[in-house]
């Protein structure tokens, strides 16, 4: 089945330290939407970004990912992490209705 | 637009007893999906419904989780004779269908005593 890799569990970064999280997909679906939601403490998941295009950046709130079929990889970056940045960052990807997320990704930044 | 809407926003049940949860999606949106988060575990998907019909349960504890959606204004995630591994915050989430994001409501803190 369909499945998304988030293969770190943690990043600890210090600020203005530029910020990279992996993500690959796997995915029966010839077409899939990539998406990178963030949750913030004591807070729901919300959309950070998503992707339909390959191989075209697409950026919201300084983040940006590319989506590249060739790799099936969608990884998250930024160039100077700031503290407000920490929080949990999942990788999804859907095909039809179904949602698959990755098991996500803590991002600690610190002073 | 309120959001996705659960309630209770807390509850607390003693070992043995019932929960029940309830989610109102969003109003037109017609995929809703719950989703179980923890520390240990992170987002776990349970089940989704599409224009109210069950599609993917494959999620689900079998034995003592339900899910129903008897219209579509809302659906409600039951778990019988609670276990103290159940507690966790539970996510319900909706979308308007297709390959777009999903909305998530507050979630319901369950603590199983």
């Known amino acids: 089945g369909d499945s998304v890799t988030q293969t770190e569990g943690l990043v600890t970064l210090t600020e203005g330290l530029p910020v990279m999280l992996n993500c690959t997909y796997q995915?029966?679906?010839?077409?899939?939407?990539l998406f990178w939601y963030v949750q913030h403490l004591n807070e729901s998941p919300r959309l950070l970004l998503k992707s339909f295009t390959d191989n075209k950046r697409t950026e919201h709130q300084g983040f940006h990912a590319t989506l590249h079929k060739s790799s099936s990889s969608f990884h998250l970056q930024k160039s100077s992490a700031q503290l407000s940045d920490s929080a949990l960052y999942y990788c999804?990807?859907?095909?039809?209705?179904?949602?698959?997320f990755g098991s996500g990704t803590r991002l600690l930044v610190s002073p | 637009n309120a959001g996705v809407i659960q309630t209770p926003r807390h509850k607390v049940t003693g070992k043995g007893q019932e929960a029940t949860l309830w989610c109102e999606p969003i109003?037109?949106?017609?995929?809703v999906f719950w989703y179980r988060q923890t520390i240990v575990q992170g987002l776990e998907f349970l089940t989704y419904?599409?224009?109210?019909?069950?599609?993917?349960d494959s999620g689900m504890p079998k034995e003592r989780f339900s899910a129903q959606m008897p219209n579509q204004s809302h659906s409600t995630l039951k778990i019988q004779s609670t276990q103290p591994q159940d507690s966790a915050v539970y996510l319900c989430a909706s979308s308007p269908g297709g390959d777009t994001e999903v909305f998530f409501g507050k979630g319901t803190r369950l603590t199983v005593v």
């Open positions: 109003s037109g949106h017609s995929a």
């Open positions: 995915t029966i679906y010839s077409n899939p939407f």
């Open positions: 419904f599409r224009n109210q019909a069950p599609i993917d």
């Open positions: 999804a990807s859907t095909g039809g209705y179904k949602v698959v």
